[in-house]
């Protein structure tokens, strides 16, 4: 919860080929970090919950009445449209909730499919979903990726609901939480940085105004950037760390000399893909100089480095790119490649450190997902590294040969 309420929110996508996104976004900050952890949080304690944010997003349920607003204007486009044209099976869903308690698209024997967003779908699955995303429902657990929906009122407190900050407040705190998130970003960037937070533009720049002039968001200037960036208040000692920190470490004595953050040996991490820092992909150039593009939805024969890559960050540098997956029938941690950023060497002296950092990054991702050995890649470039790597794993008798 410490880190949620550090960023505010967690993008939450179904994919769960390394683990989920909001997982490895938290398996990034925590050690020792696991999936129930968050499932308790959402579906025991009801401490967060799922509403959009930046797309879809875990959310502190306290914070509810500030994400209404997407539950309202999306309810008053349903019931104009899905909720009328489709009233007795809406009605029959509702009543089925009521009287039966929570339900799943499978519980009830599928109708003829509807146009529904992207693609044709079963009409009980896009009106369980409509009502969902109208506020009506909500979800009361997951299996796997299958939604079970419960009313909405039986899953937060009455009070909670009742309340209703005006839509201006809500915009106010749906920006606040993109800035906090991130914690540098800008007055520009793509659609998805910002979708919900307001009307259109000027409305974004007019609400970014009000929280710069309340204090809340702070203009900062960054060297090689054009334009402010701007971070959370609170953030602000953070800032000041990094500075003396940087000061202290003096000139780098190379491009890749890596910096120690909170003054501590430099640790690898793989990030999430909709990690918030890797929320602005130009942002990742222009900063790190590192060139970094999801390619999940990238045709294979297009794709430059893998179907879902994560960046390496390693101290205070993306040094790199790793492809994990987790083979959960052989209980294995595959990795099938690693790219390395022009000028970085892993095996170099000068990074004595990397391959112990690296090593305790795989096992904890392994135990994160039950697995008991990382199969490394037995391409010809990757065999010295893999030669240092299999003694340290072994140690934690994690390791495998490459299939």
Known sequence: MR?????????????????????????????????????????????????YNKMFSLVPTAELPYYRLSWDRVRLRHEAESFDEHAPLVEELLTRIRDGGPLSSTDIEPRAAIDWYWRPTNQVRALLEALAEAGVIAISWREGNRRVYDLTERLFPAELLAQRPAERQQRLHKLRSRYQANGLLGSTGEYALWAGTANDTPHRHELRSELEARGEIIPVVVEGLRGHRYIPAPSLPLLEVAEAELAAEGEPASPWSIGRPGGHAPGVAFLAPLDPLAWERDLLLRLYGFDYRW?????????????????????????GRIEPRIDRKAKALRVLDMWWEDGFDPLDASHEGFVDA???????????ADANRVVLPRTARHRDLAAALRPRLAEKRVVGSGA
Do not use: C, M
């Open 295 to 319: 390619e999940v939805y990238v045709p294979a024969a297009k794709r430059r480095w893998g179907y879902y890559v994560l960046p390496l960050l390693y101290g205070d540098r993306l040094v």
């Open 3 to 51: 880190v949620v309420d550090r960023l505010g929110s967690l993008q939450f996508d179904p994919l769960e080929v390394a683990g989920r996104n909001h997982d490895l976004v938290l398996l990034s900050r925590i050690a020792g970090y696991r999936r129930s952890w968050t499932e308790d949080l959402l579906y025991r304690d009801r401490a967060l919950y799922e509403t």
């Open 358 to 368: 690296l090593a305790e990054a795989l096992r904890a991702h392994t135990a994160f």
